[in-house]
């Protein structure tokens, strides 16, 4: 996650520099760089959340309302989350009696030295809606602007994933595709406020984290913060 954070701020940048050897285009690429914490976590489960990181990347389209500063702004992205676990949890999931169950269990094995980083991959296909205040009506690239509005999602991939150290000292990465009882549809409310192409963002999830939720996770919430970046 960090070596894509940083190659997309770099391409952001580079983008803003070649800028003015390109004719505009529609729209705009953000690309949005959070820390997400949970409402209320599950029985067990402790996040790391300067770990647990959100990398949004939007096409947004602004059509203006009117002769007004004002525009109503579809889009469409991808939400990439991950959510890093501390204490050496992870989660697991099987069918027992034809049903979903999800547990949160502490990894513990005879012939591992020492465990690494845990955690829980989600990613999306988001709808984003806001309604925009620009300053500059005719230069939304400048000056400043302002957004409230909503997205909806649709989860099309998640996974677990965690190091560990063996007794020889050998590393290893063990990664696992499943559900985990995510709720496969998402929806709730973001807010973004800034300069130019630089701007903060926050993002609440008011529907529930998981749809077959391990024990204590029934009301979890997602809350992601961070800055937004404007690619062109």
């Known amino acids: 996650m960090k070596k894509f954070a940083f190659a997309v701020v770099a391409l952001v940048l580079l983008g803003n520099i070649a800028k003015a050897q390109r004719p505009d285009l529609p729209g705009a690429l953000i690309i949005d ?47 990439l989350e991950k959510f890093s676990f501390e204490d050496n949890y992870t989660l697991s999931s099987e069918i027992n009696n034809g049903a979903l169950e999800v547990t949160a269990e502490q990894l513990s094995q005879p012939d591992v030295f020492e465990y690494g980083k845990s955690k829980l991959g989600a990613n999306y296909l988001d709808i984003p809606l806001e309604f925009r205040f620009y300053s500059r009506k005719n230069q939304y690239s400048r000056g400043f602007r302002a957004a409230i509005g909503g997205k909806v999602g649709v989860l099309y991939s998640s996974f677990t994933k965690f190091k560990y150290e063996d007794s020889l000292g050998d590393n290893h990465m063990v990664k696992n595709r499943a559900n985990y009882g995510l709720n496969r549809f998402r929806y709730g409310v973001q807010a973004r406020v800034g300069f130019g192409g630089f701007s903060l963002f926050g993002y609440y999830e008011l529907s529930d984290k998981f749809e077959t939720p391990p024990a204590g996770g029934e009301d979890t919430n997602n809350l992601t913060f961070g800055i937004a970046l404007t690619g062109f």
């Open 33 to 79: 760089l959070g820390v997400n914490t949970w409402s209320s976590a599950p029985d067990n489960i402790a996040l790391n959340n300067f770990q647990s990181k959100t990398v949004n990347i939007t096409y947004f389209y602004d059509l203006p309302l009117g002769n007004s500063k004002f525009t109503f702004t579809p889009g469409i992205g991808l939400g």
